[in-house]
């Protein structure tokens, strides 16, 4: 249930980031700097609530929406973490007490006025930037949170072409791009490979670095047993990718960020 949660969130966090594109490949050193930026910027948000989630009977394990104003969730701090410093992975965060990864908290998160204006004139990298920033901040008032970053060779999968041959149709020009991913499959219109990368390397259980040189965009229709619904049926991921895709996970270890966490805390609740 945990690897089905963290996707969620962070299939949900992408949507946080105003023009993001997100691919994350071996370490650069860069997850722990934030871009200088002009000071009418916010450095933090202006309005967040913190509360632990109380269990109820809608049904809803995890959610994390979001909006031109912030964002609100119910996910552990884990996943708030994962995105301020765009990591991926569960062995990217080392340090963390267990009830960080186990317990969830409703957060709501907002930009006054003004300060979303500014937020929305931002777009990729600046974009992922200021998120970033804003989600440290929230971490370090409200978890009393200190981490650094040091870079770990970790096991990792390396998407390459299989040996039978790409099996995928490349995207008439100038279609838009669109997908959906549900729990064991994903049906994609013109969709890039690094978001194919971004939506499997958790169900993977390793970070995925796209080594296949395609640029382009393609029809993309993949179909798997999902390993955490006993009823299911069907290849595994590993299979459904060579057979349906034409692509393989070859093992591989590779540098990668890991957030080291120094403090945390449990929130008061406010």
Do not use: C
């Amino acid at each position: 249930m945990r690897a089905t949660l963290v996707s969620l969130a962070f299939v949900a966090s992408i949507a946080l980031i105003p023009g993001s594109g997100f691919t994350q490949t071996a370490s650069s050193s860069g997850t722990d700097a934030v871009a200088s930026k002009p000071a009418a910027l916010p450095t933090a948000y202006d309005v967040v609530s913190v509360r632990p989630h109380k269990a109820d009977n809608s049904g809803v394990a995890s959610y994390w929406r979001t909006s031109k104003s912030g964002f609100s969730a119910d996910v552990p701090v884990w996943s708030l973490i994962t995105d301020a410093y765009n990591v991926m992975m569960e062995d990217q965060v080392s340090g963390l007490p267990d009830w960080a990864r186990t317990e969830n908290f409703d957060i709501e998160a907002k930009l006054d006025p003004e300060n979303v204006e500014a937020v929305n004139t931002l777009s990729g990298e600046e974009g992922r930037n200021e998120s970033a920033l804003l989600m440290k901040a929230l971490l370090e008032d409200r978890f009393k949170l200190k981490a650094h970053v040091e870079v770990k060779e970790l096991p990792v999968y390396n998407l390459v072409i299989a040996k039978s041959g790409l099996k995928m149709k490349e995207a008439v020009p100038g279609e838009p791009s669109r997908y959906s991913m549900g729990m064991g499959n994903i049906r994609g219109k013109a969709m890039a490979i690094p978001s194919l990368v971004a939506s499997l390397s958790h169900p993977a259980g390793r970070l995925i670095i796209d080594k296949t040189g395609l640029t382009g965009k393609y029809q993309m229709e993949l179909t798997w047993a999902w390993e955490d619904d006993p009823n299911a049926t069907g290849p595994s991921l590993f299979t459904a990718l060579e057979e349906q895709l034409g692509l393989k996970l070859a093992p591989a270890k590779a540098p990668l960020d890991v957030v080291v966490i120094d403090h945390i805390e449990r929130p008061s609740e406010n």
